[in-house]
Structure formats: C-alpha cells, structure tokens
C-alpha cells in the first residue's frame, strides 16, 4: 500500500507543479491526474476507469 500511496502522491505533486509553472492547463492536468490514479491503482481506479470509459464511449459514439 506505501507504493500505491506514494505513486499517487508523486503523480500529484507533479501535476501541481506542472500547472503552478503554467506548462499544462487545467484539461491536461485533470487527465495527467486521472492517468496516474489510474496507474497507482488506487482505491479511486475503479472508478475512475470507468468514467473515462464512459467518456471514450459517448465520444465515439457522438
């Protein structure tokens, strides 16, 4: 669980640094930040692999 915790931890000190310097936006960080909780396989992996689904499918489908 340290590892998990700590990816995620990392993944979100970066994004913030990331929009803080102005590299990234605030679309760019949401989908940085969703990719790696999604990495972390964090308790929120579930459920964010399933919104992204969602979101891949109402696109396609648009």
């Known amino acids: 669980m340290t590892v998990t915790l700590s990816v995620a931890v990392i993944t979100g000190v970066v994004t ?6 102005k590299r ?3 679309g760019t960080a949401l989908v940085v930040w969703l990719s790696g909780l999604t990495a972390a396989s ?16 109402a696109v396609s489908n648009h």
């Open 24 to 26: 990234v936006g605030a």
């Open 42 to 57: 964090t308790g929120l992996a579930g459920p964010v692999n399933g919104f992204l689904a969602a979101v891949v499918t």
């Open 16 to 21: 913030g640094v990331l929009v803080w310097t």
